[in-house]
């Protein structure tokens, strides 16, 4: 059976905070095995954008549904991975240890909570660090070990707000690979990025700025419809220059 309603919906949506627009008229959709990149500079919104669609906070205006439902649902919550910013990780625990308090958060049990964790570890790279404490991890390692958290119970919907921060370049290699083996899997993608060649790798791209959605489509279109031959160059022809 093959799927093609959106798994993200979000539809004329806006988040207005004490009394400023921090996102404006947002519609984009993302597809069964999509990966969507949400590409903008520092402040552009993309953050509010991934918290509106993990269910995080509710947008005041237009709609998001993901999976079939209009967010905020909690039910959503154990169908959807979300990788925050900011590492939601125990320093006094061990890296195994975490991955353990996250897996019986989602339920896990036994066997398949054991398997579960030492296949994140594992993809992730860090089976050798698996008994040191997380106090101790650079923050590479700490963002690698977030990502393993948000893959544990195998959502449908992954979202990835700059998963890649601080990761060297060979396990940010590995870690696309993953990504695009998730979403051959049928793994719905959405991440954030101001990196350029990571965009490149995505699907589709949404190009935000100042809260608005102001191009969306492959690397190739934009590339191609702005005349431009870098995703960066693209991203300044569509105006999305750097904010007064
Ligand atoms: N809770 C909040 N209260 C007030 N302002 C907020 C709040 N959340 C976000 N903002 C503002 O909204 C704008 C967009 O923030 P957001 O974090 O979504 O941007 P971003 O594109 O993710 O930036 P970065 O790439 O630096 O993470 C910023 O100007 C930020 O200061």
Redesign the pocket.
Known sequence: MSDTSPRVLVDGAG?T??G?A??SDIRLSVGAGEIFG?L????????????LIAGM?EANGGSVTVLGRRMPDWSNLARIGYMA?SDALYGELTAEENLDFFASLYGLRGGERSRRIAEALELVRLEADRRKQVRHFSGGMKRRLSLAASLLHRPELLLL??PTVGIDPVIRQSIWAELARLAADGVSIVV?T?VMDEADRCHRLGM?RD?RVIAVGTPDELKREAGADTIEAAFLVYGGGASS
């Not at 903008?40 to 918290?51: D, F, N, Y």
Request: proline letters at 4%; aromatic letters at 0%.
């Open positions: 988040r905070i004490d400023r921090i996102l949400l903008g500079p520092s402040g552009s919104g993309k953050t509010t954008l991934v918290r906070d910013q707000d700059e954030t101001h935000i809260g």
